[in-house]
């Protein structure tokens, strides 16, 4: 049953709720990688921040925002818990990804748990098998990546390229109850440790027609059956185009963290030296400069993402591919000034306990996720700037 949400949380009352939020979640880095995922805590307070459903629809509750409200909370959490940032972002956007499927599964979904958390598996799965059977499909295999699945309800889990009844090859999402897949405990890894990013088996799943989706002609054009019945701009946006805006601002959110990090313990570490008459070296100041101006001209580049979808609707190639590049060349900038921000900082950085090293090792392991990779950007990007099929 569709419900309208009796006051609309406005962006600003979002970007208020997201300091407030981070100011909790601050002190559990620490916990977050002991645990290699976020505590319970953590998702609960997010859930009772009413933030999760900032992107879901009005018509079922939600406070229809726009993504740049996305960016906006996603960048006050990361900056103070990098891997808590990674995994609000998800908890948000996941639900703007259900509007764009079949009304029946969003109806489903969502009237079930309004604050429904559900996680997503995008690369290709292993040990795939899928079968048309009547009604839907029967779905087996093994995927991996999946932030946050220790605490989600559902899931959505990409195929490899598909072809069906002589039909053009397509990737295919299945929509998929916690009933129906097993968490794999995999994430042992050096950096994001606290993201929860498992794996997960499905062992021959029925899933219904309503609960599939062709993820190309999501990706690509855009073409949704939920675009017929939420028709705000942000639900009208190619998912290669919008997604990355989770991604990005995470790290953004991270990389600006870090750098106000580094500034504080700095101006403890030169206050200490008061006596020392030459002043503040300049080569610091030069670094400060630098890497500031860095992070700042990143965050520009997603902002100026934000103003080519905001309007939502179709995007040609040459958007795509821009897109595309500035999104890779952002991440890469900011893996780039946090490695600096941390190399900068002493050799007590290398001490686990050191907030900066958390910083670094989760900004690097964000910037490495596969849409990211710069190298196939500007394969895409530099092929249309000079006319080339190669």
């Known amino acids: 049953m569709e419900a309208q949400t009796a006051k609309r949380m406005?962006?600003?009352?979002a970007v208020a709720r997201a300091k407030a939020l981070a100011a909790k979640l601050r002190g559990r880095m620490k916990e977050g990688e002991l645990l290699y995922r976020q505590p319970d805590e953590t998702i609960q307070d997010i859930m009772d921040s009413g933030l999760a459903t900032i992107l879901k629809p009005a018509r079922f509750g939600?406070?229809?925002?726009?993504?740049?409200?996305?960016?906006?909370?996603?960048?006050?959490?990361?900056?103070?818990n990098p891997a808590a940032g990674w995994c609000y972002t998800f908890v948000v956007?996941?639900?703007?990804?259900?509007?764009?499927w079949p009304q029946q599964a969003q109806q489903e979904v969502w009237s079930e748990n309004p604050n429904?958390?559900?996680?997503?598996?995008?690369?290709?799965p292993r040990?795939?098998?899928?079968?048309?059977?009547e009604g839907g499909y029967q779905l087996s295999g093994e995927w991996s990546f999946s932030s946050g699945i220790e605490h989600s309800e559902w899931v959505m889990a990409s195929s490899t390229e598909r072809s069906f009844a002589g039909e053009d090859p397509q990737r295919y999402m299945f929509l998929v109850p916690r009933s129906d897949y097993t968490i794999v405990n995999e994430w042992q890894v050096a950096g994001l440790k606290a993201s929860g990013s498992n794996g997960f088996t499905i062992s021959d799943a029925f899933v219904p027609e309503h609960?599939?989706?062709?993820?190309s002609q999501w990706a690509g054009p855009g073409v949704t059956p939920g675009m017929s019945i939420n028709r705000g701009a942000s639900y009208n946006v190619p998912l290669y185009c919008a997604l990355p805006t989770c991604l990005t601002s995470a790290i953004v959110g991270a990389s600006l963290g870090a750098y106000e990090f580094f500034i504080k313990t700095l101006r403890e570490r030169l206050s200490k030296n008061s006596n020392n008459e030459s002043g503040v070296p300049s080569h610091f100041k030069?670094?400060?400069?630098?890497?500031?101006?860095?992070?700042?001209?990143?965050?520009?580049?997603?902002?100026?993402?934000?103003?080519v979808i905001r309007p939502g609707g179709e995007f040609d190639l040459g958007q795509r591919a821009r897109l595309h590049r500035n999104y890779s060349y952002l991440a890469r900038s900011c893996s780039s000034a946090v490695d600096e921000l941390f190399q900068f900082s002493g050799s007590a950085a290398v001490y686990d306990w050191n907030v900066m090293q958390v910083y670094w090792r989760d900004v690097k392991v964000m910037s490495m996720h596969g849409y990211l990779n710069f190298d196939?950007?500007?394969?895409?990007f530099g092929s249309y700037e000079l006319g080339s099929s190669q």
């Open 116 to 124: 429904v958390n559900i996680a997503t598996a995008l690369a290709f």
């Open 127 to 133: 040990n795939e098998k899928i079968v048309r059977v």
């Open 211 to 215: 609960r599939v989706i062709n993820l």
């Open 286 to 307: 030069q670094r400060v400069t630098e890497l500031s101006a860095q992070i700042d001209a990143a965050e520009t580049l997603l902002r100026k993402a934000l103003d």
């Open 10 to 13: 406005t962006h600003d009352e």
């Open 376 to 380: 196939a950007a500007s394969d895409v």
């Open 93 to 100: 956007a996941h639900q703007w990804m259900l509007a764009t």
């Open 62 to 80: 939600g406070h229809e925002l726009t993504l740049d409200a996305l960016v906006d909370t996603t960048i006050e959490v990361a900056k103070a």
